[in-house]
């Protein structure tokens, strides 16, 4: 399944452009370009750069990744409130450790999170969330999860990347350090002695390091003989969109009505986590037409089959006839010649006809004195017939078989069959 992971700018606080002087933003705080990445499996990007929303490319799952800086991180203990009023309840207990007003903030909660036990809550501008949501979705860019670049984990992560804008006394670019630990993360310059400071003592073992190809070779000469990563920010940001989180949560999580609902079923579908699923139902499918197949040719087969016999049976008892179109249809007419040549009456013949009318006339009825015979019907004169002797006289006709239909003073004889 393709992804889209769209970088955010950060928030623009005191600052109308960034350090560099790019205007990075267009009127009202929306973000004139994105930087994205692409990749086709949700492992290896194939394609990255910066374009405006509506040019951005599309794909299946779509990830907005916010910047370290956007993101604050508080830990307590959780408490137990119903889903409807959990982010009051969060906002209450947090009212006093934001930096923003609480109504100005938006809250979510860690991966996993249970009510009664500690937990790691994420802060983020509310306005400022909503606003690049609703910019990018006029854009047709449906963003399906909002995650952070770094977020509180245990073994520590250092990430050393460049500042954007800020070039030290040498004119190389200032570097910074993001350091997320098990008591949360900060982004520290290197500049200074603030990031040494902040750093424990001993590095927990486990510690991952990595840094961006321009700041590799500084961060090993400050860490001294740590090993160093290399991780650029594409293969960061697709590295966060693998994760847990999802910031859209509570007011902010996403509307799944319609045909957003469907197209999120179809996401899900199409998910790692489906794909045993969508294997076993692509082999049933196979199977079940393998079966139709082989079961469509068994029939055929014993069609084919049970028409030769009669063919041969035609010609076994019939030599004289040579040219077999309709095996049942000759058969019958070969067995009526026989029964014609040996002087035998068929069911269709006046005889039967007659033997039938006569078994079933009423005794208080006259001899009948008006007949006639067509081949495999008998019409008889019935004038002044009542219906219940008409009735009758048909009761007792109909279980061997015959059909009696009365009109005009006239009773038509026939076999059911026949009509």
Request: aromatic share 6%; charged share 20%; no cysteine.
């Amino acid at each position: 399944m393709s992804i889209l992971v769209v970088s955010i700018p950060p928030r623009r606080r005191l600052r109308a452009r960034p350090l560099d002087g790019s205007p990075a933003f267009e009127a009202g705080g929306v973000a004139a370009e994105y930087s994205y990445v692409f990749s086709a499996d949700g492992l290896q990007p194939q394609q990255n750069g910066r374009a405006s929303a509506s040019a951005l490319p599309r794909a299946d799952s779509v990830v907005a990744v916010l910047a370290d800086g956007d993101v604050g991180w508080h830990r307590l203990i959780l408490p137990k409130a119903p889903p409807a009023r959990l982010s009051a309840a969060l906002a209450g207990l947090l009212e006093e450790a934001l930096l923003d007003e609480v109504d100005v903030t938006h809250l979510a909660l860690a991966p996993g999170a249970a009510a009664g036990q500690p937990g790691w809550v994420a802060a983020v501008n509310r306005s400022w969330l909503r606003g690049v949501l609703v910019a990018l979705e006029q854009a047709q860019v449906l963003v399906d999860r909002v995650v952070p670049l770094a977020w509180p984990d245990d073994p520590p992560s250092g990430h050393f990347s460049e500042i954007p804008g800020l070039v030290d006394a040498n004119g190389t670019p200032a570097l910074q350090l993001t350091w997320a630990h098990v008591d949360g993360v900060a982004s520290l310059p290197l500049q200074g002695s603030l990031a040494r400071a902040l750093l424990p003592q001993s590095v927990p073992e486990g510690t991952r390091w990595t840094a961006t190809p321009a700041a590799a070779a500084a961060a090993e000469q400050w860490l001294g003989d740590s090993p160093v990563g290399v991780l650029t920010p594409q293969q960061r940001e697709l590295q966060a969109a693998r994760s847990l989180w999802n910031l859209r949560q509570f007011d902010l999580s996403q509307k799944t009505r319609g045909t957003r609902a469907l197209r999120a079923l179809w996401k899900r579908w199409l998910g790692v986590e489906w794909r045993p699923a969508r294997w076993g139902l692509g082999a049933l499918l196979v199977i079940q037409l393998i079966g139709l197949n082989v079961g469509a040719w068994r029939q055929t087969a014993q069609l084919s089959s049970q028409r030769q016999a009669l063919i041969t049976t035609l010609q076994t008892s019939f030599p004289q006839v040579r040219a077999v179109l309709d095996a049942p249809a000759q058969m019958r007419r070969e067995i009526e010649r026989l029964r014609a040549g040996a002087g035998q009456p068929g069911e269709a013949d006046l005889e039967p006809l007659l033997e039938a009318a006569a078994l079933a006339w009423p005794a208080n009825r006259p001899p009948v004195d008006h007949l006639q015979y067509e081949p495999g019907r008998l019409t008889v004169a019935a004038v002044g017939w009542a219906e219940s002797e008409i009735e009758q006289f048909r009761s007792q006709l109909r279980p061997a078989g015959w059909d009696v239909a009365a009109a005009e003073g006239r009773l038509t004889l026939s076999r059911a069959a026949a009509r």
